[in-house]
């Protein structure tokens, strides 16, 4: 079960949420990390302001240490856009490859590591595909429906 969606606004304006309120990619990045023994979700710190005379807004994401495995470090993305829930997005998507790119051998066999697809021709995500391929025996409908979900979001 995801944790409670924590979301409150501090006296300087800036949202406070784990964003496991939707299905999006902030909800998939959880849901990944929690394969991988995760016990604390992503936090995002956003606000909005105005630079000159635009709406504009800005997320800062943390995965937090891993519990265990010291040698994963934290991850920080930085991410400015126009939309809270827009850039609430784009920085766990961003966090998704990053994750991705810094453990290529643990993710693949997890519908996370399709990410980024990008290239068919990049032989790391031939390998993640190559890979991923075991998952269809017992694990078809499972395999397919996280796909999917990846897929529609």
């Known amino acids: 079960m995801a944790a409670p969606s924590n979301i409150f606004w501090d006296h300087a304006g800036h949202l406070h949420t784990n964003a496991l309120y939707w299905e999006g990619f902030s909800r998939l990045l959880w849901e990944s990390l929690r394969l991988f023994f995760y016990t604390e979700p992503p936090q995002y710190d956003g606000v909005e302001y105005r630079e000159e005379g635009v709406p504009r807004c800005r997320v800062k ?8 495995r010291s040698q994963w470090q934290p991850i920080e993305i930085d991410v400015v856009g ?3 829930v827009d850039t609430i997005e784009t920085a766990a998507l961003k966090a998704i490859h990053i994750f991705c790119n810094q453990h290529p051998m643990e993710v693949a066999g997890h519908p996370i590591s399709l990410f980024p697809a990008i290239d068919s021709s990049d032989p790391e995500w031939n390998f993640r595909i190559a890979h991923y391929g075991h998952m269809l025996g017992d694990l078809a409908e499972e395999t397919l429906r996280g796909t999917i979900r990846f897929m529609n979001v």
């Open 61 to 68: 994401m943390t995965i937090p240490q891993h519990p265990f």
């Open 82 to 84: 126009y939309c809270l």
